[in-house]
């Protein structure tokens, strides 16, 4: 079977849903010698991608996509298990990664979530609707060098540069990097309001992530 076959039963793998397929699929593809982050890149998140179009055109539900999140993190834990301790514990950086407040769009924030922990960082991912000063009070207890601001609607974007500007009024605007990223989101938008960085996917917030903080 070729990597790229390989990668897409793990992709159809998510698509079902079901968690024995997705384990299963990826045991079959560490059984070839493929390494976790492109099991997890060209497989797994690419099955998710697929699972979020799928549910933004109505043709898939919630609990689908729920039940294709938990199958995608199941995956990632049987790669991480497998994964050398010196490597799990040597982390790449801090980041603090959410939604927005009034914007409850959570797959593409938990695939970029996901992607950055098995790319070595250290996320908290706070979640969707997240209220903006919540942002950098994680980012302070946890010493975050990085936040992640996801909105998936052009109503919640402005929710971006206020957490910038909040930052500024704390004091704390040189001690964190700030990326944006969701459907309404350009890199126009981001330098606009001063964002560090714009990633327009999961692979890119990875790239982008690792050229600030490394």
């Not at 055109?57 to 689908?64: D, I, M, Q, S």
């Not at 990326?179 to 996917?201: F, L, R, S």
Request: proline content about 2%; glycine content about 10%.
């Amino acid at each position: 079977m070729s990597k790229e076959e390989m990668f897409k039963e793990l992709s159809d793998a998510i698509i079902s849903c079901k968690k024995d397929v997705v384990i299963a699929a990826v045991n079959k593809a560490k059984g070839q010698g493929i390494a976790p982050a492109e099991i997890i890149e060209k497989g797994l998140a690419a099955g998710m991608n697929a699972v979020g179009i799928m549910f933004e055109r109505g043709k898939l539900f919630l609990p689908h996509v729920m039940m294709a999140a938990g199958a995608m993190q199941e995956g990632v834990n049987v790669l991480e298990a497998d994964m050398p301790k010196e490597a799990a514990s040597k982390k790449l950086g801090i980041i603090v990664n959410g939604t927005v407040e009034g914007d409850v769009h959570d797959i593409g924030k938990s695939i970029v979530s996901t992607m950055l922990q098995s790319a070595g960082f250290e996320v908290h991912d706070i979640g969707r609707d997240v209220p903006l000063q919540n942002f950098i009070d994680k980012a302070k207890e946890t010493n975050a060098q990085m936040i992640g601001l996801s909105a998936l609607m052009t109503t919640t974007l402005a929710g971006q540069k206020d957490v910038i500007e909040m930052l500024k009024e704390q004091g704390m605007r040189d001690k964190v990097k700030v990326m944006v990223g969701g459907a309404p989101a350009t890199q126009n938008w981001a330098d606009k309001i001063g964002a560090d960085c714009y990633a327009e996917n999961a692979s890119e917030a990875v790239a982008k992530a690792k050229e600030l903080l490394l």
